[in-house]
């Protein structure tokens, strides 16, 4: 179940700002629960690109970043280069489903 | 490196049983949960369960709960994935992710494998 929602595709020229959005509610990311961010291109394993709401993994372009406020998280592209067109997706912890949640994925397509 | 390698996937009928297996190198198995996510062809991915590190909690998706078994043997680094009274629906890739905590809760996954493909049909 996709208890956190993205929106299904973003676009953007190159050099250009993308936001990509992921609202939960009370029992995830309202509940003070971390985010944190994936990318996945085509046939391969999600690369971590944000953890603990705001932090790169060394080795991610700083243009990549994150932010988080009650029950949305949101994950930031400045600068957009062709090898960031892929899916994203946002994970969480949810208390009520006492489980994992990930996002329902976000296409970014660079124009 | 740090490395977690899926196996056990095939092709089944709806209503029988396959065992997934996850090995794990590279770093203290143990002291990490380990989780199992799928990727249905052409969806999102969807997180199916979880397991604490010493496996004394175990987490499921609503969907698998009842069918499904997550157990670990850090003897031998692995964890694995009983998958009973299979659906059509459960036709996905399946990877395993190492949590950046002992428990769920708070971590974040990495690394992935690449996965293991699971096929449902009659």
């Known amino acids: 179940q996709s208890v956190l929602t993205q929106p299904p595709s973003v676009s953007g020229a190159p050099g250009q700002r993308v936001t990509i959005s992921c609202t939960g509610s009370r029992s995830n990311l309202g509940s003070g629960y971390d985010v944190h961010w994936y990318q996945q291109l085509p046939g391969t394993a999600p690369r971590l690109l944000i953890y603990g709401n705001k932090n790169r993994p060394s080795g991610v372009p700083d243009r990549f970043s994150g932010s988080k406020s009650a029950t949305s998280a949101s994950l930031v592209i400045t600068g957009l280069q062709a090898e960031d067109e892929a899916d994203y997706y946002c994970l969480s912890f949810d208390y009520i489903l006492n489980g994992g949640v990930l996002g329902t994925g976000t296409r970014v397509t660079v124009l | 490196q740090m490395q977690l390698v899926e196996s056990g996937g095939g092709e089944v009928q709806p209503g029988r049983s396959l065992r997934l297996s996850c090995a794990g190198s590279?770093?203290?198995?143990?002291?990490?949960?380990i989780h199992w996510v799928r990727q249905a062809p052409g969806k999102g991915l969807e997180w199916v369960a979880g397991?604490?590190?010493?496996?004394?909690?175990?987490y499921y998706t609503e969907s698998v709960k009842g069918r499904f078994t997550i157990s670990r043997d850090n003897s031998r680094t692995t964890v694995y994935l009983q998958m009973d009274s299979l659906r059509p629906e459960d036709t996905a890739r399946y990877s395993c992710?190492?949590?950046?905590?002992?428990?769920?809760?708070?971590?974040?996954?990495?690394?992935w494998g690449q996965g293991t493909l699971v096929t449902v049909s009659s």
């Open positions: 992710a190492r949590d950046s905590g002992a428990v769920a809760g708070t971590g974040w996954f990495d690394p």
């Open positions: 590279g770093f203290p198995f143990s002291v990490y949960a």
């Open positions: 397991i604490s590190y010493d496996g004394g909690i175990k």
